[in-house]
């Protein structure tokens, strides 16, 4: 038996709300299935299970629980099997049996268990029960024969009446929630400045800034869009996405968590990619594996998170796993950005927008399309040499964009 927690779905996070359960006791479900909605201030996310296993318990939908509460138990391959069947006294006719046995009459009242008050308790609800100091034998189960279940234990725990109310209950059906993909942007911003402020409090930040030519990656891409159809076509974000993917790859100091007082490197790019939503809120889901990704299909995958980020169709892992983070305000008119590193992640980096500034090109100046990258890291990590390497690859790939 396995428990299915509350993702913690970045640093500022503390508490969630299930608001949806996609499935049942009963149902099984594999690694990456998504399996509820959870609502959190950065609003409706999909989250997915990692594990394999059937479903054995849920708790009550509408309650806020804290990161690694338990939301379900998971029932793995071996526990699911089928019990073994009972004995058969009572299932096997009397001639059926051995005639050295004595065969026990059919009782005439339910069986009790044995005069032992310990109440059966599903391992997901004993462990919630523990961690909330709650004595399990003193709840009414309503699983199979009696058994307390995590429903019952948040019931307990938020102290729902047990009587029907007088005025409308509170139900999943009636509980008011926003709509999907809604957020309160009051908490999105309370829960962004407690992020930052441990940033900066924790974090020995150093900032570079470089300016990059565009010339090549801009000629390059005017003749890949020239010859295709709007839907087809990329975006110059998509070259910069690419660029810093490659190059964080080769320096994978820059790539990966600081946690508990050690640097963790990860074995792939994932790209956060920070998108601003509507009503002033703020998100960078990841881009899996941004490295391998051939632009076409970056360009598509950047086009669906910003789709899915808007409209609340997020899913879990794509907030819980980013590596390293990329923003832009390019096309909000900034010329660049100089960002707040995003624990327990070790660096971001920082594109402003493409412009035409004077440009030495073989001893001539020339007005040249040009774009500023700048990087904030951790100094307990890397530090400037190294974090200056980094920005000359990211120059140096945009400049064979045919590489890409």
Not at 162 to 188: K, L
Not at 325 to 341: F, K, N
Not at 368 to 384: F, T
Request: hydrophobic content about 45%.
């Amino acid at each position: 038996m396995a428990d299915f927690t509350m993702p913690a779905l970045g640093a500022d996070m503390e508490t969630g709300t299930v608001v949806e359960w996609k499935v049942r006791p009963g149902d099984h479900v594999r690694s990456g299935d998504v399996i509820a909605v959870v609502e959190t201030h950065k609003g409706a996310i999909d989250v997915e299970c990692f594990l394999d296993g059937t479903i054995d318990d849920l708790v009550p939908l509408g309650q806020e629980l804290p990161v690694d509460a338990v939301l379900a138990s998971v029932r793995g391959p071996e526990s699911a099997a089928a019990p073994a069947a009972p004995a058969p006294t009572t299932s096997v006719p009397p001639a059926a049996l051995p005639s050295h046995l004595p065969v026990a009459e059919a009782p005439t009242a339910p069986m009790h268990p044995p005069t032992s008050h310990r109440r059966k308790v599903s391992p997901a609800a004993r462990h919630h029960t523990q961690a909330l100091g709650i004595d399990p034998d003193t709840l009414s189960g309503t699983g199979v024969e009696g058994a307390v279940t995590l429903a019952d234990v948040a019931r307990s725990a938020h102290a729902a009446p047990t009587a029907a109310p007088a005025g409308p209950s509170i139900t999943p059906a009636n509980t008011p929630t926003r709509p999907r993909g809604g957020f309160d942007p009051d908490q999105m911003r309370r829960a962004i400045a407690a992020a930052m402020g441990r940033s900066k409090r924790e974090i020995p930040h150093y900032y570079l800034r470089s300016t990059i030519s565009f010339a090549a990656a801009q000629s390059w891409l005017s003749a890949w869009n020239r010859t295709r159809e709007p839907a087809e076509r990329l975006l110059p974000a998509v070259l910069l996405l690419k660029a810093a993917a490659k190059a964080l790859a080769q320096f994978p100091q820059f790539n990966g968590l600081y946690v508990d007082g050690q640097f963790q490197p990860a074995p792939s790019v994932h790209l956060g990619w920070a998108i601003a939503l509507r009503g002033s809120g703020l998100v960078a889901p990841a881009i899996h594996h941004a490295q391998n990704l051939p632009l076409p299909a970056l360009m598509d995958a950047l086009r669906d998170l910003v789709q899915r980020a808007r409209a609340g169709g997020l899913r879990s892992s794509e907030l819980s796993d980013p590596t390293v983070t990329v923003t832009s305000l390019g096309d909000r008119g900034a010329d660049e950005v100089l960002g707040v590193i995003y624990p327990p992640q070790v660096a971001i980096l920082g594109f402003g927008r493409i412009v035409e500034r004077p440009w030495v090109v073989q001893g001539q100046v020339l007005p040249q399309a040009v774009v500023s990258v700048s990087l904030a890291a951790d100094h307990r990590v890397s530090d400037g040499h190294l974090g200056g390497q980094l920005l000359a690859a990211i120059d140096s790939a945009l400049q064979s964009p045919d590489t890409l």
